[in-house]
């Protein structure tokens, strides 16, 4: 089972781009280094994403009976941060957005040093493990850091065309988005049923509590509780299944993980337009008093 074909690869590949261009197009360079040098922040999202998350993760595998490839799953899922599909449902406020695509950039890269280690240790005794570290790097290079920072250099010399072009490249972004989401239906539904309900429940489980982990340690700021809340139930699905078909092609742990997209990402969805509900009700109560 293969999650995308060659048109939803593309649609993805689009969807990463126009979304990290549009952020580098929306903010400053001044701005993605002062959300770095807010050394508070980051440290608390890395140690959701490279600590607390796996060891949740490892908490579940010990509480609730499943199945060995289920297990398996859970474990990549927990020790992978950097969920692309988290910049769709990003805050347009700007500071959000610097840490959006700070945070994206340095979670998905990280992973791919921090993550193989993590599952190391808590793999079972006897099971190979293969990386592609070239491919993966040169992945987060290609399809993050180079947009990111293109789309930051135009936005310090033509500021008013880079505001333009920010608006069109995102809604470029969410086309591409929700055409990847329907081209992609049949495959997770499938994955789904193979998964079984009472793994999708302990998935569905690990989502909301992670997001409720990643919202009380984005600090008082809404936006950044938002983004890290998202950024941290999005887990990196694309090294999981790159590793997982390198070193575990026939454990039927594939569609676990596409099963965990299925769920991961209307859970976001419904939080994103929920808060956004929400925000809107409470302006028109400000606005009547």
Same mark, same amino acid.
């Given at each position: 089972?293969?999650?995308?074909?060659?048109?939803s690869?593309?649609?993805?590949?689009?969807f990463?781009?126009?979304?990290?261009? $549009?952020i580098g *197009?929306s903010?400053?360079? +001044?701005a993605?280094?002062?959300?770095?040098?807010?050394t +508070?922040?980051?440290?608390?999202s890395l140690?959701?994403?490279?600590v607390?998350?796996?060891?949740l993760g490892l908490l &579940?595998?010990?509480?609730?009976?499943m199945?060995? !490839?289920v297990?398996? %799953?859970?474990?990549?899922l927990?020790?992978a941060p950097? +969920?692309?599909s988290?910049?769709q449902?990003?805050?347009?406020?700007? !500071?959000?957005?610097?840490?959006?695509g700070?945070l994206a950039?340095?979670?998905t890269f990280l992973?791919?040093f921090?993550?193989?280690?993590?599952?190391?240790?808590f *793999?079972?005794p $006897?099971?190979?493990l293969a990386?592609p570290?070239?491919?993966?790097?040169? &992945?987060?290079?290609l &399809?993050?850091?180079?947009p990111?920072v293109?789309?930051?250099?135009l936005?310090?010399?033509?500021q008013?065309?880079?505001?333009k *072009?920010?608006k069109?490249l995102?809604?470029i972004g969410?086309?591409?988005f /929700?055409a990847v989401?329907i081209?992609?239906m049949?495959v997770?539904? !499938?994955?789904?049923?193979?998964? +079984?309900?009472e793994a999708q429940?302990?998935?569905?489980l &690990?989502?909301?509590?992670?997001?409720l982990?990643g919202?009380f340690?984005?600090?008082?700021k809404?936006? #950044?509780? !938002?983004? *890290? %809340?998202?950024?941290?139930s999005?887990?990196?699905?694309a090294?999981?299944?790159?590793? /997982?078909l390198?070193?575990?092609?026939?454990?039927?742990v594939e569609?676990?993980?596409?099963a965990f997209?299925?769920?991961m990402?209307p /859970? #976001?969805?419904v939080?994103?337009v929920?808060?956004s509900?929400i925000?809107?009700?409470?302006a028109?109560?400000?606005?009547g008093?």
């Amino acid at each position: 089972m293969s999650l995308m074909d060659p048109l939803s690869r593309m649609l993805f590949f689009v969807f990463l781009i126009t979304s990290m261009l $549009g952020i580098g *197009l929306s903010v400053s360079w +001044g701005a993605i280094v002062a959300t770095l040098r807010k050394t +508070g922040l980051m440290i608390r999202s890395l140690l959701v994403n490279f600590v607390v998350v796996p060891l949740l993760g490892l908490l &579940f595998i010990r509480l609730f009976p499943m199945r060995p !490839e289920v297990a398996l %799953a859970f474990l990549f899922l927990a020790c992978a941060p950097g +969920g692309l599909s988290a910049i769709q449902f990003t805050s347009k406020d700007k !500071e959000a957005l610097a840490f959006a695509g700070a945070l994206a950039t340095s979670l998905t890269f990280l992973s791919i040093f921090i993550s193989p280690l993590l599952i190391t240790l808590f *793999l079972p005794p $006897g099971l190979p493990l293969a990386v592609p570290y070239a491919r993966a790097f040169w &992945f987060v290079v290609l &399809f993050l850091i180079l947009p990111l920072v293109v789309g930051i250099l135009l936005h310090n010399r033509m500021q008013a065309l880079a505001t333009k *072009l920010a608006k069109i490249l995102s809604l470029i972004g969410t086309i591409s988005f /929700v055409a990847v989401i329907i081209l992609t239906m049949s495959v997770k539904k !499938e994955a789904q049923a193979a998964a +079984g309900s009472e793994a999708q429940g302990i998935m569905l489980l &690990f989502i909301v509590i992670v997001m409720l982990i990643g919202w009380f340690m984005g600090g008082p700021k809404k936006g #950044n509780r !938002e983004v *890290l %809340a998202t950024a941290s139930s999005m887990r990196n699905i694309a090294l999981c299944l790159a590793i /997982v078909l390198t070193s575990f092609p026939d454990r039927g742990v594939e569609a676990n993980l596409i099963a965990f997209v299925a769920l991961m990402i209307p /859970v #976001n969805m419904v939080f994103t337009v929920g808060g956004s509900i929400i925000d809107k009700i409470r302006a028109k109560r400000q606005k009547g008093k």
